[in-house]
């Protein structure tokens, strides 16, 4: 994690977290709700606010309002990569001796394939040896970016929401369950709540 990064209190992020090497993980139901559930604790119990969220095979974006003024962003991250990366090993190390998981139809439509957890285990082990650790899931370098604007949120938001679309695996943006686009289309709740806000210019 970077050591430099801002702390400045009750402000307004835009993040993205990375699987090491971008691996295919976030296409099965039980690792797209360890993503889930994390979200769910930072909101009921950290007071984060979600502006936007979408989850991707191998990468996350999201823009959160942190209001406790006792909780900064790089707090966030080392907790949320700490405790998402050991439920995804300790899932992987508990499926060893069974055949890989399925991805979803909806990613298996595009193309996108589930490893076995052998192969992952092996990639994610080597990448912690790399990193003095046993094992390394998330990429260190975030890099949040702070929104300041109504503009520069429009356009992360846009960026977010276009990402499956990029990717081929909808056509339409909104058609995407795991992401806030249709919140922002039709007001539909998704997978967890949206608490949208205005930025002063």
């Not at 606010?49 to 080392?78: E, W």
């Not at 899932?91 to 139809?105: I, Q, T």
């Not at 092996?122 to 929104?147: C, K, S």
């Amino acid at each position: 994690m970077k050591k430099n990064w801002a702390r400045e209190k009750q402000q307004v992020y835009f993040i993205t977290n990375t699987i090491v090497g971008w691996k295919t993980i976030f296409v099965t139901t039980r690792s797209i709700n360890i993503i889930v559930e994390s979200w769910r604790f930072f909101i009921e119990r950290r007071g984060a606010q979600f502006l936007a969220y979408i989850i991707m095979p191998s990468h996350l974006h999201y823009i959160v309002h942190l209001v406790n003024a006792d909780y900064g962003i790089s707090d966030m991250q080392r907790d949320f990569k700490r405790h998402t990366a050991r439920q995804m090993i300790e899932g992987l190390e508990a499926s060893l001796e069974k055949p890989p998981s399925p991805a979803l139809p909806l990613f298996e439509a595009a193309g996108f394939r589930r490893e076995s957890a052998k192969e992952l285990l092996a990639h994610f082990r080597e990448a912690g040896r790399i990193a003095n650790q046993t094992y390394r899931i998330w990429l260190p370098d975030d890099q949040p970016e702070m929104v300041f604007t109504q503009k520069f949120f429009e356009q992360k938001l846009l960026y977010l929401h276009a990402n499956p679309v990029e990717a081929k695996i909808a056509t339409v943006m909104e058609d995407y369950p795991y992401s806030s686009a249709a919140f922002y289309s039709t007001g539909k709740e998704g997978l967890i709540p949206i608490s949208p806000m205005r930025f002063l210019e």
